[in-house]
């Protein structure tokens, strides 16, 4: 039999490497759960007015509806995370001054991405808002 010299640290690093490796390809076999979204909100589909807004501040977000429909729309400024303001034309942040539009595309900076849109269920008269 062959006498063949490995250094610990050889054996130490070829074993770290395998482990971390073998780590990665389990992460990818295995499939993610389908855990359920939950519900951040929810109210009467009646209670939103046409061209209005239902506002939840605990849970910072907006349900709106236009002639498509249905949306929703954090309130956090994609700035710094402040609480964005709803108005008659746009939502705007206290903090720095940007401007979103009521689809929560920006209008004017510092704030360089639209406001996260949410999904919304409706159910039986009743809208869910999940996150």
Do not use: W
Request: net charge positive.
């Amino acid at each position: 039999m062959e006498n063949i010299p490995q250094s610990r640290r050889k054996f130490i690093t070829t074993l770290t490497l395998l482990l971390a490796s073998g780590g990665v390809l389990v992460r990818y076999l295995i499939p993610r759960s389908t855990a359920r979204r939950r519900v951040l909100a929810s109210a009467v589909a009646a209670d939103v007015p046409l061209g209005g807004a239902l506002l939840f501040r605990d849970e910072r977000l907006a349900l709106l509806r236009d002639a498509s429909g249905l949306y929703a729309l954090s309130l956090v400024c994609t700035h710094l995370g402040c609480t964005v303001t709803v108005t008659e034309d746009a939502l705007s942040c206290p903090c720095h001054g940007s401007r979103f539009d009521l689809q929560g595309k920006v209008l004017t900076g510092p704030a360089d991405r639209a406001l996260q849109r949410l999904n919304v269920e409706e159910r039986g008269g009743r809208v869910e808002v999940l996150g």
